[in-house]
């Protein structure tokens, strides 16, 4: 029942084609606000907004290649406590409504009244590197779009990006699609819901045609994206495993929690780690410290991760939005997306892919397991 | 020379468990005594990190146990932990821990026998394991 239209692209400028679809939203008042990344006045970053006015979208940038935040806590902030009665349009990569809909799930967001707009994402630089480039002069948009051009991946992108396997978006009501398509001349937009189709039918585009090439150019990119997230996967079991590996990988860790706060699916609205069960006096210090020749302080960072883990296996994303909020660089991509494959295996779960589907940890089956218990 | 004694946390469930472990109490059947009992209202009240913890301050081996299957006094508690448990058990077998230092089981208030036995072949993995040395020395953790 999808609906495909082709969306022509003048002088290869692709941002004008979409901005100008988004402002038809905003003045055909098919929604009555948009969450759109927009660029900063200082031309090296961009900002998630959330825009009213058309005349405000001209420096909409949807495609600008960085994650600053995974938006899927944004909406979360604006739902939590019950969506607004108007519709608002939010543009979203696939990471960022994977965790939406875990976070629906999660009871801490809701999709009553939203659009979503889901994008192709080829990969995301992080934050510093897009400021570098811009730096540079380099645009990172045009850098993104020339490789793909080529068919290569700038080695720069972040590695959550070169191991993700869902590039193209599912659970959106509109997609922008470019991803193995002419983009220079079209790019195309694709209803999967009565209610994106009912947009769609707004405008006047031609029917899109390059459905099959699409989906040729996209089995082959998910293969390579696939090979090397697992050898991700092999290399990085390899360097964690052993308690004492694990706490090595973990060492430059401060516990500033930065990494569970960016975190769009750690979900625990009061932090565990941060309760009262984690202050000590301090003769406790002191006898820990006796008792073991020596405590690394702040104490318990090996054990925040753990704990992290256990409960983020199910629900993890892959975002990376982790890794990139670590003032110490731990990769911490890595090992939480290797531990959340092999959980997510044992419950053939695949997060933000079905909103009917029950979380793992929320249900279960009479005569599953059964060998727990046993060994 | 002598092996030391090892350790070894019991978290038992108040309706099944606890119970069994009472029951092999008054019928005097003899099991090592190693272990160390934590009575939880249910075998879902416990928390991975209840045991990462319990490894992280020196005992050498944990325990959990709940009601069978089918006979949670919460109905469902002990299909949500073991569910939970197989997502702890993977993780660390994944980072690497001896599997050997965690089991899981299930023991109803009827099985003060299954209790010792369970006890003894727990106590006798933990020992062959060794004292949790790499958990404790934490020059880093
Ligand atoms: S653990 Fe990291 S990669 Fe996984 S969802 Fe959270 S922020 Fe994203
Ligand atoms: S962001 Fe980095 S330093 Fe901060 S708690 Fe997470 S791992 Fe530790
Ligand atoms: S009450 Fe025993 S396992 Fe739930």
């Not at chain 1, 402002?23 to 900063?40: D, F, G, Q, T």
């Not at chain 1, 006045?41 to 001209?58: A, F, H, I, T, Y």
């Not at chain 1, 902030?77 to 543009?91: D, N, P």
């Amino acid at each position: 029942m999808s609906k495909h239209l082709k969306v022509e692209v003048k002088n290869g400028k692709i941002k004008e084609a979409i901005n100008f679809f988004l402002i038809e939203l905003l003045k055909k008042n098919l929604v009555s606000a948009l969450l759109v990344p927009r660029e900063l006045p200082s031309k090296d970053n961009v900002v998630q907004s959330l825009v009213s006015q058309p005349d405000e979208l001209k420096n909409a940038d949807v495609f600008a290649p960085v994650l600053p935040v995974n938006s899927a806590r944004i909406i979360s902030e604006m739902t939590r406590l019950g969506s607004g009665k108007a519709s608002v349009g939010a543009i979203l990569r696939s990471c960022e409504i994977r965790a939406l809909i875990e976070l629906v799930k999660l009871k801490q967001a809701s999709l009553d009244n939203l659009l979503i707009i889901g994008i192709d994402c080829p990969g995301t630089y992080s934050v510093k590197d897009y400021k570098a480039l811009c730096q540079q002069g380099i645009y990172p948009e045009d850098e993104l779009f020339k490789n793909l051009k080529k068919g290569m991946e700038d080695v720069r992108i972040r590695e959550a990006c070169k191991v993700c396997e869902y590039p193209v978006p599912s659970n959106s009501d509109l997609t922008f699609g470019f991803l193995g398509v002419d983009f220079e001349k079209n790019i195309f937009f694709q209803a999967n819901t009565s209610k994106g189709e009912k947009i769609l039918d707004r405008f006047s585009y031609l029917e899109f045609d390059g459905l099959k090439i699409r989906e040729e150019f996209i089995f082959k990119y998910l293969k390579q994206k696939i090979k090397k997230r697992d050898e991700l996967f092999a290399l990085t079991q390899k360097e964690v495993k052993g308690w004492e590996n694990l706490i090595s990988f973990f060492s430059a860790c401060i516990n500033c929690h930065n990494c569970m706060k960016v975190c769009p699916v750690c979900y625990c609205r009061e932090c565990f780690f941060e309760s009262a069960c984690f202050e000590f006096n301090g003769d406790k210090y002191l006898n820990w410290a006796k008792k073991k020749g020596s405590i690394k302080m702040p104490k318990d960072t090996a054990l925040f991760h753990l704990g992290r883990m256990a409960h983020m296996a199910t629900s993890c994303v892959g975002c990376g939005a982790c890794e990139e909020a670590c003032p110490n660089n731990i990769p911490l991509l890595k090992v939480f997306k290797t531990v959340a494959h092999n959980v997510q295996e044992i419950f053939q779960y695949v997060p933000g892919k079905k909103l009917q589907e029950p979380l793992p940890l929320t249900t279960f089956k009479e005569d599953e397991l059964q060998r727990v218990g046993e060994d | 020379m002598k092996v030391k004694e090892p350790k070894i946390v019991a978290f038992l469930c108040n309706w099944c468990s606890y119970a069994g472990a009472d029951l092999a109490g008054v019928s005097r059947i003899q099991y090592p005594p190693n272990i160390r009992v934590i009575r939880v209202p249910c075998s879902s009240r416990v928390n991975p990190l209840f045991i990462l913890k319990a490894l992280q301050e020196g005992v050498d081996g944990v325990l959990v146990a709940g009601c069978h299957p089918g006979d949670c006094h919460y109905i469902s508690g002990n299909y949500l932990a073991r569910r939970k448990f197989t997502i702890f058990k993977n993780l660390l077998d994944y980072l690497g821990i001896e599997k050997d230092r965690v089991h899981f089981t299930w023991i109803s208030a009827a099985e003060g026998a299954r209790f010792a036995e369970i006890v003894k072949e727990v106590t006798e993995r933990v020992k062959k394991l060794g004292p949790v040395k790499r958990l404790v020395k934490n020059r880093s953790a």
